[in-house]
């Protein structure tokens, strides 16, 4: 990010509700570009949901992963001097399974790694491998567009159920919290592209190696100083503008989208509207204990079934964190949620198909029932412009990708360009000003 790249004739009081990844990006952006920015968080920390959790930073709110192709929340992290060389392993992408070495990419060009990974897929028959290639091939060619009514599911029906159940499935849950036969084809798709073919080592895995906080939060609260108010719930947005009665030139509403529709409510309702409708979906992480017990890679994949609800595992002593400790994550955990007994049910699974030194127990369990939007094909989003001056940003925006900690730092980086020239919002996923609902003039505090 060039800090200096769009300084401005006339600095901007910029309000920025919430300070999470989109939050911390719009803050940092207008303040690089020389605005007067002050950031309201209504929890003790900023960080959202991609940080530690409050007093036992010893957890994560929840096992993140980054990817090579995520150029602007690594740019961010360099911005505040974090060097993501020191806090997140690189590991080219592999989905092994326990016992089975499972698709990996090689080093080299994308298209070339992902076909010769596929091509030395042992556990595929060659058929598989081949109609695998082929399908990518077809996505190549049509610019991994598709109709944008498909599920992840319909896209992959032609699929060998092996291919399905190995990697499609794992990928799409993964990347967007949602199960294949209800995620939208056209945002995996760009997902795939994005990771596949936006550069060298775009699909590369980066796990952190230290406790989330310490990726973004808690450098960019110590860059922001003052200018970031914690314990601060914003009750309420008036035209003009004021954040709880402070005036300011423009806001950007980087909280929830359940928050945001309600402090839209009144100024803009089709917005509102729009945010409000959103579903969610979600994330379980179990965190099971085992001294001396090691994974034979950092991240192994998991079968998901019917009485295994986990897909991936991370092993946090071969992370930098904790010996010991190994992270279950369930995604799209909807059903799980509703059943009662996921911590049981993937201590369970733990027990069949891995191997321990010593029994496993259960350390703890975050369910995040909010984690992401659910990623439905055709889902209307709304846009990052919602009047003039008023801005929103966060993972759930109208843009291309879905509920990643990329898409809410380029949404971030687009509210903070839209408010007026914020730095290095180039990329930036969302905030087209033409698709903008009607803003009304009413004020509504609640
Ligand atoms: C368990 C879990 C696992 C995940 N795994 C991954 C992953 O592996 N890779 C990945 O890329 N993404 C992952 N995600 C998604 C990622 O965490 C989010 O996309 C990202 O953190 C969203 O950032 P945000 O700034 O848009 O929103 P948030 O992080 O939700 O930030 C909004 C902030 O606004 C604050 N706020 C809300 N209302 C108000 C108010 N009225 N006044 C003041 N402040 C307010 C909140 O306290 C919060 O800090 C995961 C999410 C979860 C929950």
Known sequence: MDRHAHQLARPVKAAIVGGGWAGIAAAVSLADAGHDITVFEMAPQAGGRARSVAGDPDYDNGQHILIGAYRDSLALMRRLDVSPEAVLERLPLALPYPGEAGLRLPPGPPLVAFTRGVLAHRGWP??????????????????????????????????????????????????????????????FLRVLKDALFSGPGSADLLLPRRPLSELLARPAAAWLGERL????????????????????????????????????????????????????????????????????????????????????????????????????????????????????????????????????????????????????????????????????AGDYVEGPYPATLEGAVRAGLAAAQGVGGGSGAKGAASGSPTNTPCAGQATLCQ
């Open 126 to 187: 060659l058929a598989a491998r081949l109609r695998l290639l082929a399908a990518a091939g077809g996505w190549l060619a049509r610019g991994f567009r598709c109709d944008a009514s498909l599920s992840v599911a319909q896209l992959c029906a032609g699929l060998p159920a092996a291919v399905k159940r190995d990697l499609v499935e794992p990928l799409c849950v993964a990347a967007l919290n949602t199960p294949a036969p209800q995620a939208s084809a056209q945002v």
């Open 229 to 392: 108010r914690t314990g601060r719930r914003v009750q309420c947005i008036e035209p003009g503008w004021r954040v709880d009665g402070e005036p300011f030139d423009a806001v950007v509403l980087a909280c929830t989208s359940v928050e945001a529709a309600r402090l839209t409510a009144g100024i803009a309702p089709g917005w509102a509207a729009l945010a409000r409708a959103l579903a969610f979906q979600p994330i379980v992480t179990v965190y099971l204990h085992s001294p001396g017990s090691a994974l034979p890679q950092p991240m192994l994949a998991l079968r998901e079934g019917p009485d295994s609800p986990a897909q991936f595992v991370f092993d946090h002593g071969a992370l930098g964190g904790a010996p010991g400790r190994f992270a279950f994550v369930v995604s799209g955990a909807a059903p799980w949620v509703e059943r009662g007994d996921c911590a049981q049910a993937v201590l369970a699974q733990a027990r069949r198909e891995l191997a321990w030194a010593t029994p496993p127990v259960i350390e703890r369990m975050l369910t995040e029932k909010r984690a992401t939007f659910a990623c439905t094909p055709g889902l209307v989003r709304p846009p990052g412009r919602i009047a003039p001056g008023l801005w929103a």
